[in-house]
């Protein structure tokens, strides 16, 4: 840790490694399916209620992101991820480096760390809806809705390989040792990465010496419950990127591994549908399976319910529109 300390020297820093700055926004990108993961958790035990609230689960996101990020900037000039693996941002001016951001440094990191994958995730949810709608043959009325959707088909493509293409040359310029910034993005404040110094912290020693000699403040208290919360978060963050690594290791090997099941025997209540929609009781246009109970339906009938009413017809069950997936049946 000693050569991590003293790395602000002019132009002189400890470069992080490629391997650290892609694991941290690796780790970034984990954030969001966990938390809309817990968030629907905590819906599904009373969907009937609380359903509703699933349709705002990005902003309420958004909202969390915001109050950490706006945190750990504060408080280490980093991201959550970046604080995690260690790092900090420093401010670049002239090819020399300074200790502190900027407050506009700071708000300006803050959009880009959390307004613009807001916005990228929504405008990736628009194009997958109107390239649904395309292959399902739904025409728009109006001659602007028309070009409207194509502007965006098109326009998602050409700025995600745009964009995928720059964040690559970034990387070999970063590794070649032609660029000090990381990222496009930091690239675009003028800020960088480093090693963050050591921070002391309270140990269980001093806390007992305080406590005995009552020279325990409100400060400690509340120094005390941060390092809690802001532990938690991190050996969360930790554990996510366990579970993800064992998972994607251990998939392949564990479903070829697994007996093949017994078809599940009909219930009478399928057999009613059999050949037709629960719906609207005709045979099936665009055949779409609702992924949580099972049932076909046409894609238009059950796209419409479970937008309105946030379950499956038949089952009952909790079920969003990430659960219908289209069938290829000739």
């Not at 000693?2 to 020297?9: D, I």
């Not at 219930?267 to 929609?277: D, L, R, T």
Request: positive net charge; glycine residues 4%; aromatic residues 14%.
């Amino acid at each position: 840790m000693a050569e991590k300390g003293a790395h602000l020297t002019g132009t002189v820093y400890i470069r992080p490694s490629i391997f650290e700055i892609i694991a941290q926004e690796s780790l970034a990108s984990t954030l969001e399916p966990a938390f809309k993961k817990i968030f629907s958790f905590l819906v599904s035990f009373n969907p009937e209620r609380y359903g509703y609230i699933l349709e705002w689960v990005d902003e309420g996101y958004l909202i969390f992101n915001v109050l950490l990020q706006r945190y750990y900037l504060r408080k280490y000039s980093a991201s959550f991820s970046e604080t995690f693996y260690g790092l900090k941002r420093v401010t670049v001016v002239n090819s020399k480096l300074q200790e502190e951001l900027s407050h506009k440094q700071q708000i300006l990191s803050l959009i880009l760390i959390v307004i613009l994958p807001y916005l990228k995730n929504k405008l990736m949810q628009l194009n997958s809806k109107y390239k649904l709608q395309e292959i399902n043959g739904c025409t728009l009325r109006e001659r602007r809705q028309q070009l409207f959707r194509k502007c965006v088909i098109k326009g998602h493509s050409i700025l995600f390989i745009t964009y995928e293409t720059l964040m690559l040359y970034n990387y070999i310029l970063y590794v070649s040792e032609k660029s000090m910034y990381p990222s496009l993005l930091l690239r675009l404040l003028s800020v960088t990465l480093t090693y963050a110094d050591p921070q002391s912290a309270l140990t269980i020693s001093e806390l007992l010496r305080k406590i005995k000699y009552n020279s325990f403040t409100v400060d400690d208290g509340w120094n005390i419950f941060q390092r809690i919360v802001t532990g938690s978060l991190e050996l969360g963050a930790f554990f996510l990127q366990f579970l993800s690594w064992w998972s994607q290791e251990n998939y392949d090997m564990d479903i070829m591994s697994l007996p093949v099941p017994p078809p599940p025997k009909v219930s009478k209540v399928a057999q009613q549908y059999k050949g037709i929609c629960p719906l609207c009781r005709k045979p099936h246009h665009i055949h779409t399976v609702l992924m949580i109970s099972g049932y076909v339906f046409c894609y238009q009938c059950i796209l419409s319910e479970i937008r309105i009413k946030k379950k499956c017809p038949i089952t009952h069950y909790p079920a969003k529109e990430d659960d219908l997936i289209r069938l290829y049946i000739e």
